[in-house]
């Protein structure tokens, strides 16, 4: 975000902030509405793309997200395979029989779905084996200590072993050595 005061802000810093105020639906509305422009002006169905979104546990609290989402696509003619929602676990557990329900719906349509921060939060392998998630994206904490030695890259070998056994495509976050 460029402030026109504070100048460059980080999304790190603005979205918790966010998150927890009114504005949170609002701010997902808005980036969903922007990243399917995007997708849209990309093209790339051929290809594979896929355009992804974060979501808030805010979202997941709103009893017409699911639609919401479905009728953004139709708005913006893509197909529900070309988005892919992520969330948090710590989202997931806030309210997990309704997140369950949005989740069920989202990914019945054929939005594509992935645990973001993987590791992080409260990590209970029974959400690895019984959310309709795709996608594994392991945190960014995990992938930065893997030069550390033995026993971090044995837990993210793990982490991706695991998550393979149960039919994820695993994402590793925050590469940025060689």
């Known amino acids: 975000w460029n402030h026109p005061g504070l100048g460059a ?3 790190a810093e ?5 998150e927890h ?3 949170a639906q ?5 980036v969903l509405d922007r990243a399917l422009t995007q997708a849209r002006r990309w093209g790339g169905a051929e290809d594979g793309l896929v355009m992804s ?3 808030s546990a805010a979202n997941l609290h709103e009893p017409d997200f699911a639609s919401a989402v479905t009728a953004a696509l139709r708005r913006h003619g893509l197909a529900p395979e070309r988005l892919e929602l992520e969330l948090t676990e710590s989202a997931i557990m806030q309210d997990a029989d ?4 949005q989740l069920d719906t989202l990914a019945a349509a054929g939005i594509r779905l992935a645990i973001d921060d993987f590791g992080t939060g409260y990590s209970s392998l029974a959400y690895l084996q019984d959310l309709p998630t795709q996608v594994v994206k392991i945190d960014r904490s995990f992938v930065l200590k893997l030069g550390n030695g033995e026993r971090e890259q044995s837990l993210v070998r793990s982490m991706i072993g695991l ?3 149960l039919n994820y495509r695993v994402v590793a976050e925050g590469v940025e050595t060689v």
Do not use: K, L
């Open 9 to 11: 802000v980080s999304p």
């Open 14 to 18: 603005f979205i918790p902030v966010i």
């Open 21 to 23: 105020s009114p504005h």
């Open 26 to 30: 609002a701010m997902t509305a808005f």
């Open 53 to 55: 979104v974060n979501i």
């Open 98 to 101: 309704q997140a369950r329900r």
């Open 163 to 165: 998550s393979h056994d």
